[in-house]
């Protein structure tokens, strides 16, 4: 069993303990602890169950490399799964479940998998779930989602809040064990602006467990000595809880700051997403344990070597009563003698080398532990727990057992390989190392800047040195290499003296036994989160996978969310073995970031809730709202849609803002249209070129409505353009099209005609403007007074400007309704005054506001189109009908050789009509004319759509415009229309000008 | 005339600094070639400042000031109350040289960012250097806060002014809120 040694551990205070629920169950544990460390001290060794098989499965690892404990943590709107309990800070209060587990975690149905493991190899569901093909989607599929992923997805929003921060240093260090504390010091002290990050809320790394001398005083003194320098330095920031996430091109790196995690009782965000930009990035990222791949290497109970150290020394629990060790390397001799030296029972050190350790297998001989070299762990015996290990020699097929070691726990080594994610996310290159056997970082293939210089420098163990004097040369020399690339002169100032390495050198051991039998090598455990094994690489090889990154996705090596940080140089060293190759020459799998799985919150930010988006809002938008405003999105603006009365449906209330409109008078906030002012001598040629019409034959105080394509000639935007002055113009534009349409004019201006003497401003936000519509509109007007808007003082087409009612009026006499209408601009700040003030001079006139809605039907009653209904991009004024407006005089518009193209000159191009049905419906939106026969594709054969359909009040009837291909020349000619319900309706063709085609209304 | 309102008429939040509406600021969009010595003069004089700002440079406050928005483009702040006379004083001492001045005063919100950590308020949705080193007083960036457009500068020791487009201006009240909200202090600066 696990248990709480008496020696306290170094970073857990006994005096004060801490409540926790696993599973539903109360437990203790000391502040300080982690999760892991705490379950762990309540003899919770296993945790969870594996993905494919439901193993049993325990912790295995003491930091961010952990691929099983991961656990669902809190409950509500602090749920999250995936957590990893090795990373997890205890703190009073916290529940954990444990995941994949179907009905407990003891009894599991989904373990019966298990027993068909020799049929779940490799690429099981590839060859199995591909025929018969039609039940993929029924069968199969439903089947695996529902079996798929660990954890639970949340349910409730998330309660926390999280912000992002940005942040521009020198150098940035990643990792705050000894190796980054010396490179931030190095750099700090050439003057350099510094930041260095910790992920865990500890500094100094392995070194105080792994213990040793710096400069002649105990690591972990040298340590407090260092932070408290680091701490002096004005130009350094040292945070802890952040971890390096990602590197990207130009230095610039995320930094993951988990604020609260430990103390979910604070008002602060929960997590913080550092957004950096570094001239050099120095990874002191260290180095992660290998575990060994024997049978049974996946018993709750079988932990990496160091992890057990770890927990022995820095949270005081010893993970089993009887561990045996088993390594390839020295460095596994600490542990035995660690937990010797704190009185756990060490019944022997398995060694796989014919010759053993150096002087650390003399201190075990001498500490009176049992040293067995050349041999093996056969098989590890245990189900749900370790109970002992099958002893046998390393060269050999496992199959001549010497005897059973009984054992609750076994601590594996197989070397160490340094941390290189970071090093590599941006393109660094990795080379292979003989002797310690592991991908370093190659530094002359580093990841470089803009400049072809490198902007990533490792140090310590991230470069490969695993001796603790050797890391501090290293990381002393890479933080005054990355102030010196910084424009910073380093210090000459002698690294620190650290110990010197002296251990025999490690064998690589990728199979234990060397020549494992089958039914070892299928119990095997490379990836212990998504189950994959020994055999099932050797399959995938002989199966012809040769690509490390192809038998990756086979197999789902290192896809889990540890993404193989374990698994990893195991899997593919059994793949160059099976294929016969170097490992060096099969290679990694790319790695990418984050370096480990980062909150989605963090990644939002601030951008949730009322802050997720931006909504504009027009200075009238509050009355909107006030009056039970439907609204409808338009752009990034929300835009009263209908205002319903009482119980009126939207559609009543639409056909009553028409019918009022038409008859007494209508207000609409049409604040939103962009505005654009164009100013300067080359103005009305620059228009020109920009619309399709003539610009500049427009007289001041006249407005003209005008076209604007795109350079293929597709339509773009349309609006009315006022003149103000003689080098001045007001170009009005869609409501969504402002911002667009303003880059588009900058941008020829800019690239194309820059030698033209024309400036642009947007000023669609400057003006509040309202649209007074119906035949009772100028009554009230007058109203309000100061301004003479008489037939003959403002004609149609005309604008003007004054004080009206008291308010700085632009009026614009035009209409999109074809009833007598005026657009009546005002400074912003007055807008909803000016609102109110019409509201109430209309209330005699029966004014009532109407939505977009109302103004869409008025406009197809009047045959009018709409940017966006019937344009979609791939439309030409010439498909509309609109051919009066492109000028035939002019040389040249944007547009106009795009418009010549064979394909768009073509007279079988479908065209705008009005359509009309016999019985008198609604077509549906976008529904096709139809014919008989099938296209290519097996389609019904199509020779229109629809672009437009209303429910007309004012015709009692159904009306719609449409392009259907020779439409024009086919009036009073009824067409198929298919409906979404399989059946169709027929529909004639006719004018698209419903309303008062002579104009007579909107010219009284 | 009626009174005019600005955006969010005042509204202000206290979190580990203050964020407040500024209310209406005349504020004037001149675009022209800004080496042009004539131009110079009647912004200087409009505004009331002594020259014209370097790159990314405030000169002045929001109550006769300039700003540098892009290499042909000035932002010019005046009295709320005297805009119109300005943009028309402009427009007649400039007459027949090319340049562009409109009144964009009520296309814009104002917001104030005051108190100890307001660098970080900033830092928070700015992609922007906002260190004591790199950022100090009169020094303005034209950028984007968070989802929005937007221009700030500093106008004094933890003091900076930040304007937008009006239609926006709830989601940068909001957005600047919640970056000031106690409990977020970052320490950094």
Not at chain 1, 718 to 731: H, K, P
């Amino acid at each position: 069993m696990s248990t709480r040694l008496s020696k306290a551990g170094r970073l857990v205070d006994t005096s004060k303990s801490v409540a926790f629920t696993f599973n539903g169950k109360k437990m203790q544990g000391h502040a300080g602890d982690t999760l892991a460390s705490a379950l762990l001290a309540n003899d919770q060794m296993m945790v969870g169950r594996s993905f494919k098989y439901h193993r049993p499965r325990g912790i295995v690892a003491s930091g961010a490399e952990e691929p099983n404990a991961l656990v669902n943590l809190g409950s509500g709107n602090t749920f999250e799964p995936n957590q990893r309990t090795t990373t997890t800070e205890l703190f009073d209060g916290l529940s954990a479940t444990s995941q994949n587990h179907w009905p407990s975690l003891d009894f599991d149905i989904g373990a019966v998998n298990g027993l068909f493991a020799n049929y779940l190899t490799a690429g099981f569901y590839y060859k199995m779930f591909i025929h018969p093909r039609p039940l993929w989607k029924y069968v199969y599929e439903p089947f695996i989602r529902q079996s798929a992923g660990l954890g639970k997805a949340p349910k409730d929003t998330d309660g926390d809040r999280y912000e992002h921060f940005y942040a521009y240093v020198d150098v940035a260090v990643i990792g705050g064990g000894v190796a980054g504390l010396q490179a931030a010091l190095a750099a700090g002290e050439a003057g350099a602006k510094v930041l260095l990050m910790e992920q865990t809320a500890h500094f100094g790394g392995r070194a105080p467990v792994d213990g040793g001398t710096i400069d002649g005083i105990e690591a972990e003194t040298w340590i407090a000595g260092a932070l408290a320098r680091l701490d002096e330095m004005p130009n350094v920031t040292v945070r802890r809880r952040m971890m390096g996430a990602g590197v990207y091109d130009h230095g610039y790196l995320l930094g993951y700051e988990r604020v609260k995690d430990h103390a979910p009782e604070l008002d602060a965000p929960r997590h913080r997403l550092w957004r950096i930009r570094a001239k050099q990035i120095v990874t002191a990222t260290g180095a992660i344990e290998r575990p060994i791949s024997f049978a049974g290497n996946d018993i709750p109970g079988v932990m990496l070597a160091s992890a057990v150290r770890d927990y022995a020394v820095n949270y005081g629990v010893a993970v089993g009563q009887k561990t045996v060790v088993v390594t390839n390397n020295d460095d596994g001799y600490r542990t035995a003698l660690k937990l010797k030296e704190l009185g756990v029972d060490v019944p022997a050190i398995i060694d796989a080398r014919e010759d053993g350790a150096g002087a650390l297998a003399d201190a075990a001989r001498k500490a009176g532990i049992r040293v067995e070299p050349g041999k093996a762990i056969a098989k590890v015996k245990g189900g749900k727990r370790v109970e002992g290990v099958e002893l046998c020699r390393m060269q050999g097929n496992g199959g001549a057992v010497i005897e059973t070691i009984k054992c609750d726990a076994v601590a594996m080594s197989g070397g160490w390989s340094p941390v290189v994610h970071l090093w590599s996310h941006c393109g660094g290159k990795l080379v292979w190392d003989e002797v310690e056997s592991h991908f370093k970082p190659d530094p002359d293939r580093a990841p470089t800047n803009q400049d072809g210089k490198p902007f990533v420098i490792t140090a310590g163990s991230a470069s490969g040195p695993l001796g603790l004097g050797e890391v501090l040369a290293d990381a002393d020399a890479a933080g005054k290499k990355a102030a010196e690339a910084a424009g910073f002169t380093a210090a000459s100032t002698p690294a620190p003296n650290g110990d010197a390495r002296d251990e025999k050198p490690m064998q690589p051991v990728w199979m234990m036994p060397s020549d494992a039998v089958y039914n070892l090598r299928m119990k095997m455990w490379l990836d212990y989160q998504n189950d994959v094994k020994v055999s099932d690489v050797q399959l995938a090889a002989r199966e012809g996978y040769e690509s490390v990154e192809h038998t990756k996705r086979y197999t789902t090596l290192g896809m889990a969310t540890d993404q193989g940080k374990l698994s990893n140089i195991n899997g593919l060293a059994i793949l160059a073995d099976t294929l016969g190759a170097e490992i060096p020459q099969v290679g990694t799998t790319t790695f990418r970031p984050p370096y480990t799985p980062i909150s989605m919150g963090s990644i939002g930010g601030e951008a949730r809730g009322d802050t997720f988006q931006p909504i504009r809002h027009t200075p009238i938008q509050q009355w909107h709202i006030d009056n039970g405003a439907y609204m409808e999105p338009v752009g990034h603006w929300r835009r009263p849609y209908t205002f319903p009365r009482g119980s009126e449906t939207y559609e009543q209330a639409v056909n009553r803002e028409i019918t009022n409109t038409r008859t007494n008078v209508g207000l609409l906030d049409a604040s939103t249209l962009g505005k654009i002012i164009v100013k300067g001598p080359d103005a009305a040629k620059f228009l020109d070129l920009m619309y399709t019409n003539m610009m500049s034959t427009l007289k001041p105080g006249k407005c003209r409505y005008g076209l604007m394509c795109n350079e293929n000639g597709f339509l773009m935007d349309d609006g009315v353009v006022a003149r103000l002055d003689e080098e001045t113009f007001l170009v009005h534009t869609t409501s969504g099209g402002a911002a667009h349409t303003h880059a588009h004019m900058e941008e020829w201006l800019q690239t194309e005609w820059w030698d033209m003497k024309v400036y642009t401003a947007d000023v669609t936000e400057q003006y509040a403007q309202i649209a007074i519509v119906g035949p009772k509109a100028r009554k009230v007007l007058e109203q309000l007074g100061g301004m003479d808007l008489s037939k003959d003082a403002l004609k149609f087409m005309e604008w003007t400007q004054g004080k009206l009612g008291g308010f700085d009026a632009r009026i614009f006499r035009i209409s999109f309704s074809g009833e007598l209408s005026y657009e009546i601009a005002v400074p912003a700040s007055q807008g909803r005054a000016f609102w109110d003030a019409l509201m109430e001079a209309g209330e005699e006139h029966g004014v009532m506001p109407y939505g977009t809605e109302c103004l869409h039907v008025m406009r197809a009653e009047k045959g009018f189109i709409m940017i966006g209904d019937e344009t979609d991009g791939t439309v030409i004024p010439q498909d509309l009908g609109l051919n009066w407006a492109i000028s035939k005089k002019k040389e040249d518009f944007i547009g106009k050789r795009g418009q010549q193209r064979t394909f768009l000159a073509s007279e079988d191009r479908w065209q705008l009509v009005g359509l009309e049905t016999v019985d008198g419906s609604v077509l549906p939106d976008g529904a096709y004319a139809v014919v008989h026969g099938h296209n290519e594709n097996g389609q019904r054969t199509m020779i229109g759509r629809v672009t437009s359909t209303y429910y007309s009040p004012t015709l009692g009837r159904g009306i719609a415009m449409g392009l259907v291909k020779h439409g024009p020349e086919r009036m009073g000619e009824l067409v198929e229309f298919a409906k979404t319900d399989g059946s169709t309706v027929m529909a004639k063709i006719v004018d698209p000008v419903w309303y008062d085609k002579e104009g007579e209304k909107q010219n009284v | 005339m009626s009174e005019a309102i600005s955006v969010l008429a005042g509204a202000n939040t206290e979190g580990f600094c203050r964020v407040s509406e500024l209310g209406l600021h005349g504020m004037i969009t001149v675009r022209g070639d800004l080496s042009n010595a004539d131009l110079a003069k009647a912004l200087c004089a409009v505004a009331g400042v002594d020259a014209l700002p370097e790159v990314r440079k405030m000169v002045g406050g929001l109550e006769g000031g300039i700003a540098w928005m892009s290499p042909d483009e000035l932002m010019v702040f005046v009295p709320y109350a005297q805009v119109v006379d300005k943009v028309d004083e402009l427009n007649s001492t400039l007459a027949g040289s090319h340049f562009l001045a409109v009144n964009v005063s009520d296309a814009r919100a104002v917001f104030g960012i005051d108190g100890a950590g307001a660098r970080e308020v900033i830092a928070k949705v700015a992609p922007v250097d906002m260190s004591p080193e790199a950022f100090t007083t009169g020094d303005l960036r034209r950028t984007r806060i968070a989802q929005v457009a937007a221009a700030f500068w500093m106008a004094g020791d933890d003091s900076f002014r930040l304007i937008c487009f009006r239609s926006v201006g709830d989601y940068a009240f909001k957005l600047l809120s919640v970056s000031a909200a106690k409990g977020g202090e970052v320490g950094y600066f």
